[in-house]
C-alpha cells in the first residue's frame, strides 16, 4: 500500500514536467530572446555600475587637480584640515597649529567650504 502511494505520488510530481516537455510554447527563449535578454542585462549593468562609477572618479581626479594651497579637505581617513602646500602626488595638510601630515592627493575625500574648519 505504501509503495503504491509513493508511486502515485511520484507520477503526480513527474506529469507537469512531461506536459511542459510536449508543449512547443513552453520550450524556452529562442535565440532572438537570449539576445534580448543579454542586451537587457548589459544595459542594466552599465547604468548601475560602471557610468555611476566613472562619473564618480571624474569627479574625484576633477578635485585632485583642484586643490590648492589655502583650501580646506577631509582625508579618506577622516582628517580635516587646511592645504599648506602641493606637489604633484602629495599635500601637507594642517590639522592644528603647527601640525602639519603629508597625504597623497588621492586620499582626498571632499574639498570643504571655506570657514568650516572654524566651526568643528
Known amino acids: 500500500m505504501k509503495s503504491i502511494k509513493l508511486l502515485v505520488a511520484a507520477l503526480i510530481a513527474f506529469l507537469p514536467s512531461l506536459a511542459m516537455a510536449q508543449d512547443p510554447a513552453a520550450q524556452g527563449m529562442g535565440v532572438m530572446g537570449q539576445v534580448i535578454f543579454f542586451a537587457g542585462f548589459i544595459l542594466i549593468f552599465y547604468f548601475l ?24 579637505v577631509v582625508t579618506s581617513g577622516g582628517v580635516a584640515g587646511r592645504i599648506t602646500k602641493v606637489t604633484d602626488d ?31
Open 49 to 72: 555600475i560602471w557610468r555611476p562609477q566613472s562619473k564618480r572618479a571624474k569627479e574625484h581626479k576633477a578635485l585632485m587637480s583642484g586643490l590648492n594651497k589655502g583650501d580646506e
Open 90 to 120: 602629495f599635500i601637507v595638510v594642517e590639522v592644528a597649529d603647527n601640525v602639519e601630515i603629508k597625504v597623497q592627493k588621492v586620499a582626498v575625500a571632499a574639498a570643504l567650504p571655506k570657514g568650516t574648519l572654524k566651526d568643528i
